[in-house]
């Protein structure tokens, strides 16, 4: 159960730590956001190490779609709706520079980039996606609406965004790894200001970003309160259509194309952590459907941690710990949040002014129905009497039969049916 980019790449190795350790920046977790802040700090000339508990890229980055795109679902006419215009337009603005970064990037780095339409299709809502398009068009971006596109179903439409991107994403973290300042296998077990314990030493820091995917301190922040994460799935498919460009379903539930090196990439199955789902079965029936003749070559499953409002919190880990900092909730979109994020905290690091910074402030407001959801499988989870408990908050776990795993419905924690820990936030095995 690996992904095709895990099959097709070689990632650098690293050393553990051995001994304490003092310097300017660190930076905890070696997927796409930490590699990148890594990368960009020592482009600054900063002094700084990351620490990864594992291998770098062995979470998230390696299950990737890895679409680099701005287009993030039908999500521009709410964001005018809900912070207005100004702020819409540079949730954009960061988002096409983040591809333009990769574009520029990926010129030194041989990644198998290409660029590609993406489009967001909806099964029966046209006006939907006019409305989309409208409100792209305010904001002075190319895209249109289209009636037709290549996929084995009818569609009511979609929304074309012109010239985005896709690529072999281990490649291109693997080269921006290559000669970091990293250290494998080193996992923080402790976090109090400027210091970090870690299974290799004590390292002592002035400035802290945290890019665990889910952050790990529960202290500060509320990320418990303003994160959940939904798992989703892939199948990679041999003799099945070439479909030139990304699709995706405007309904979360719905489905993902793109293509890669001869294979098809079908994804979907969704549902919230801890929850039923369609999972690959889902995906299995889709395609016995609609290509009898494919087979199935790799299958593999991503989790994303998703936010209240749907925008990335990146800013202050919160408004009382200075000099922490924090990356998280990509919402699925975790290419180009990833950079965008990476970009932001080099900034706000070398004290430099940010004009996107106040759209992702982690301190922005709760109020989002989306909390009282979050609330509620909270409460359930942590009064349902059941064993195994979660040891990140004490929910319980409810078993996943489709991956063998115990996952957790309040904040998507994950652990092997011998109780290792597979996905944070919680930080260490359960004992089962």
């Not at 997927?31 to 990368?39: D, E, I, P, R, T």
């Not at 529960?218 to 959940?228: D, E, P």
Request: hydrophobic share 35%; glycine share 10%; aromatic share 10%.
């Amino acid at each position: 159960m690996t992904s095709v980019w895990t099959q097709t790449a070689e990632l650098p190795r690293f050393p553990a730590l051995e001994g304490d350790l003092k310097t300017e920046v660190l930076i905890i977790g070696g997927g796409a956001a930490g590699l990148l802040c890594a990368y960009f700090l020592e482009q600054e000339g900063v002094d700084y190490a990351l620490v990864e508990a594992d291998r770098i890229c062995g979470g998230i980055t390696k299950n990737t779609t890895a679409k680099v795109t701005a287009q993030h679902g039908l999500i521009y006419e709410k964001l005018i709706q809900e912070f207005g215009l100004p702020k819409a337009s540079l949730y954009l603005q960061a988002n096409q520079e983040a591809l333009k970064r990769y574009r520029s990037l990926c010129q030194t780095i041989g990644c198998e980039f290409q660029e590609k339409d993406a489009y967001v299709y909806s099964r029966r809502d046209r006006q939907k996606l006019r409305r989309e398009a409208a409100a792209l068009g305010k904001l002075g971006f190319p895209a249109r609406f289209t009636e037709t596109v290549p996929l084995p179903f009818p569609v009511a439409g979609a929304v074309q965004f012109p010239r985005q991107g896709q690529f072999h994403p281990l490649l291109f973290f693997g080269g921006i790894a290559r000669g970091r300042n990293i250290y494998e296998h080193t996992k923080v077990q402790e976090l109090a200001p400027g210091r970090a314990k870690t299974t290799g030493g004590i390292i002592t820091a002035e400035k802290i970003i945290v890019a665990t995917h889910f952050p790990i301190l529960n202290k500060h922040g509320g990320y418990f309160l303003k994160l959940y994460q939904s798992r989703s799935y892939v199948l990679a498919l041999e003799n099945a259509p070439e479909l030139d460009g990304m699709y995706v379903d405007e309904d979360q539930k719905g489905l993902s194309f793109r293509n890669e090196n001869g294979l098809l990439l079908l994804g979907g199955g969704g549902h919230r952590t801890g929850k039923k789902g369609g999972g690959w079965q889902e995906l299995e029936a889709f395609a016995r459907r609609h290509w009898p003749a494919a087979k199935e070559a790799a299958r593999w499953a991503a989790q994303d941690c998703m936010t209240l409002d749907g925008v990335p919190y990146i800013g202050e880990y919160s408004q009382g710990t200075r000099g922490l900092y924090v990356v998280t909730g990509f919402n699925k979109w975790g290419m180009t949040s990833a950079m965008v994020g990476a970009t932001l905290l080099t900034d706000l690091v070398l004290q430099r002014k940010n004009p996107y910074a106040p759209v992702f402030a982690p301190s922005r407001s709760i109020l989002r129905p989306q909390l009282a959801a979050n609330l509620l499988e909270s409460t359930i989870g942590l009064l349902t009497p059941t064993v195994p408990r979660c040891p990140h908050m004490g929910c319980a776990l409810h078993y996943n039969p489709a991956e063998h795993s115990w996952d957790c419905p309040c904040h998507g924690s994950r652990f092997g049916e011998n109780g290792q820990l597979l996905d944070n936030p919680a930080t260490d095995d359960k004992q089962m």
